[in-house]
Every structure is written in structure tokens, then in C-alpha cells.
């Protein structure tokens, strides 16, 4: 192991971080379970960044991928395959409102780039909205639309973007309820159109759940009220459910919960289990627009198709959607015990399995530090978690959509134990005069 961890420090660029003082190397995975190479069992609470929707050497999906491995590979799309056209069928019967046409990439990235050519050649407007704490992808363009500076070095940033406040209540310092303060927040990105754009935008671009930035939800009330504002400024509205599609929240959509119907939504991680995708789906008035010519050399992909189509059975045939739902309550109502329980976690969050823990010190200070040493502790346990946030200090929490309440069980035990250790390390400092009472 430490060859190849030596191996992977000399060969591939720095950038490419990994969590823990002693990174794991995995060799197999199985359902909810992750294994090392040392044949170590981890419970995997956020599956390779919530992308292994419906567990890990999932049978059904492995199966059709295999198949269609054996069959064809790879065409382009040049010539036209079965399981891309079933797909985009399946896409248009599955999102909400008139959503119709799609396009295939490979990547959440290329999902998000296709949606905002799509706009501005759809509505013949260039300016597009997004919001503070985003993240849209790793391409240029997706980060100049990503509100988080420590995503955006080493671009210069594309003209045409601005960013708007997120209804972040928890770091507002509002005393707002959050009803009124979601509302200040749509009243603010009418304000940025009319005084950062042209005032003729081509969209503006929202997760139902801020991923990246720390799974942060959007309020219902929030995208209610903006899709109207975007389409008042003769924008389209871009739903990003990259991260809340496909039975994450405990409906197949994030945005269904708002009762929102988009112009265009984006698409990848859990929609394939693990396959890289992307898609961007939208309306026939807006699709029909988008004429190109344009390709992805492995957009339309069978083999991701195939997975893809596969997985959404699975989704389906054994009500993982539903299933999120409940598990995630049962989770959400765990992580509140624990709040309670710990004054280190200052705001617990989020719908279905896509819940978050921010931690921090006296009077809200993002604890980065605390939340990388629970990371550890809760590795030392077999628990296998994310983090995030602008500032660091978020733990992400996103298991397999097939999670049962056991393993929900395992999992908020092994995090109340981390935590009791950082509490008790703390102590032992505070004891020993190497820490201050405001450090926690």
C-alpha cells in the first residue's frame, strides 16, 4: 500500500487530494460497504460522492453493463443506439413539467456547460445568475459559475457571470425567519440582474441542495419565487440536480419539493451508479433551439446508458425513493440528537439522504479543524464520510440509496463515538492548558 500511495504521489498532480492523514486504498465494494486492501470493512455514508446510488457491485446494474460490453462498446453518436433513445424517453416521463429533449455527456461538468448553451441560444442572451456557495464543475466555464473561491484558482473567470446571495441562513446573522430571509434573498438576485447584467439574462442556474458548498437546501419558498423573476428578465431557469436526482431527497427530483417545473435540468453522479454520465434534459421550445452542430464523443454512450436505464429500475422496483425519505428522517432526526448532545455542531441540515453537520467554535466560527479530526475518528470507526463547505467545516453525509435503518443505526453510533472523542480530547487539553475554553 505505501508503494502505490508513493507511486500515486509521484505520478499524479497534487491537485488531486485525498481525505485522511493515512488515505485508504480500496479494493472492493459491496452494497453499503467499501473494503481496503487489507480486507478492512468501512460503511459507506457517502458513496464515492454520492454517486453510488443504489450500492456498490450493484448485480442489476453490473449485469447490463456487462451486456452491453459484450455487444458494442462504443459508436459515437454518429449512428443512433436503442438504450441512448430509451433513456431520453425514460428522462422525459420521470422530470417534472414539459421537459422533453436531452443531451448525453459524460460528466456533471459537461451537463451544466450544455444547459447554459442551450440558454443563451435558446433566449439569444448571454448574462447568466448563479449563486454564492455554488459549484457547477471543474471546466472553466463551470467555474466561473461556482461561488467559492477556493474552486476558482488558476482561472481568469468568464465574462457574462454573476453571483447572488444564497439563502444561507445559519452564516446570515439575519434574524430573519427563514420564509422572510429566502425572500430578501429573491428580492437581492432581482436587484443583481437589474444592477450587475444587461437586464436580458440568458438563465440563472440553482441546486436544490447546494452540494459542494455544504448542502445547503434551497427553501422552497426561494425557488418558487425566483424561476418567476428569471423568466421576467427573459432568462431560463437551470436546475443543477447532479448531486439531489434520482431519489436522493426522497423525491426523484430535488425541485419537486418546491413544486418547480425548470426550463432545463442538468444530470450525472447517481443516475448511473458509478458509470460516468452526464445529461441535460429541456423543453421542446428550448431544445429545438439548440441545433449545433455539436457532439460528445461519449455522450449517448450504451454502456453508460445501459447503466444508467438499469439503475432507475432498481430505483423504481424496490422504492429506494421512498426508502430515502424514511431513512433519511431517521437520520436527520439522529443528527438533531446529536446536536444537542454536542455544542461543536452548530446546524444540522438537509432532505433525504443528504444530510450535513457544520462544525464550529465559540459564537459560530467554522471549526475546519474539528470537523477533518471527527473525519478521522469516524474513519477509526468504519464509517467512511464527506466534507465540504466554503469554509471546510461541513460534514457531508449521503448514503446508498438502499441504506437500511441498521446501518443508519451503525452509522449515527460510530458518529456520536467520534465525537465523544473529540470532546474528551479537548478536555484533555483544556486540562493540560493547551487550549483555550473558545476553542470549542
Excluded at 264 to 289: D, H, L, S, W
Excluded at 336 to 356: C, F, H, N, S, T
Amino acid at each position: 500500500m505505501e508503494s502505490l500511495l508513493a507511486r500515486k504521489q509521484k505520478f499524479i498532480v497534487p491537485g488531486v487530494t485525498t481525505y485522511y492523514e493515512q488515505p485508504i486504498v480500496m479494493d472492493h465494494g459491496s452494497g453499503c460497504y467499501l473494503y481496503d486492501v487489507n480486507g478492512l470493512e468501512y460503511l459507506d455514508f457517502f458513496g464515492g460522492i454520492l454517486t453510488v446510488s443504489v450500492g456498490h457491485a450493484n448485480e442489476k446494474v453490473n449485469a447490463a453493463v456487462i451486456d452491453q460490453v459484450q455487444k458494442m462498446a462504443h459508436t459515437s453518436t454518429l449512428y443512433v443506439n436503442e438504450p441512448m433513445v430509451e433513456l431520453a424517453e425514460r428522462l422525459a416521463k420521470l422530470t417534472p413539467g414539459d421537459l422533453e429533449m436531452s443531451f448525453f455527456t459524460s460528466s456533471g461538468t459537461e451537463a451544466n456547460e450544455t444547459a447554459i448553451a442551450m440558454a443563451r441560444m435558446a433566449t439569444g442572451h448571454h448574462e447568466v445568475v448563479a449563486l454564492r456557495h455554488s459549484y457547477s464543475g471543474r471546466s472553466e466555464l463551470a467555474l466561473s459559475l461556482t461561488g467559492q473561491a477556493s474552486w476558482r484558482r488558476g482561472i481568469a473567470g468568464i465574462s457574462g457571470v454573476v453571483h447572488a446571495r444564497n439563502p444561507y441562513l445559519y452564516r446570515s446573522g439575519s434574524q430573519l425567519s427563514l420564509e422572510a430571509y429566502a425572500h430578501e434573498c429573491a428580492r437581492e438576485l432581482e436587484e443583481t440582474i437589474a444592477t450587475s447584467t444587461s437586464g436580458r439574462i440568458a438563465a440563472v442556474i440553482v441546486e436544490p441542495i447546494q452540494g459542494v458548498g455544504g448542502f445547503i437546501p434551497l427553501p422552497d419558498h426561494y425557488l418558487q419565487e425566483i424561476v418567476e423573476i428569471t423568466h421576467k428578465y427573459g432568462g431560463l431557469l437551470i436546475i443543477d440536480e447532479v448531486q439531489t436526482g434520482f431519489g436522493r431527497t426522497g423525491k426523484w427530483f430535488g425541485i419537486e419539493h418546491a413544486g418547480v417545473h425548470p426550463d432545463i435540468m442538468t444530470f450525472a453522479k447517481g443516475m448511473a451508479n458509478g458509470i460516468p454520465i452526464g445529461a441535460t434534459i429541456a423543453t421542446r421550445e428550448v431544445g429545438e433551439k439548440y441545433v449545433g452542430p455539436t457532439i460528445a464523443t461519449f455522450g449517448g454512450n450504451p454502456i453508460s446508458m445501459r447503466a444508467a436505464l438499469a439503475t432507475l429500475e432498481v430505483i423504481e422496483e424496490e422504492g429506494l425513493v421512498e426508502n430515502a425519505k424514511l431513512q433519511g428522517e431517521t437520520l436527520h432526526q439522529g443528527l438533531l440528537e446529536l446536536q444537542r448532545k454536542y455544542p461543536l455542531i452548530g446546524d444540522v441540515r438537509g432532505r433525504g439522504l443528504m444530510q450535513a453537520m457544520e462544525f464550529v467554535h465559540e459564537g459560530k466560527k467554522p471549526a475546519p479543524d474539528l470537523a477533518t479530526e471527527f473525519l478521522e475518528y469516524a474513519k477509526e470507526g468504519r464509517l467512511l464520510l464527506g466534507k465540504g463547505g466554503m469554509y471546510g467545516n461541513t460534514i457531508r453525509i449521503a448514503p446508498p440509496l438502499i441504506v437500511n435503518e441498521k446501518q443508519v443505526s451503525m452509522g449515527l453510533k460510530i458518529m456520536d463515538g467520534a465525537l465523544a472523542k473529540i470532546m474528551e480530547r479537548h478536555h484533555e487539553l483544556l486540562v493540560n492548558g493547551a487550549v483555550s475554553d473558545a476553542r470549542l
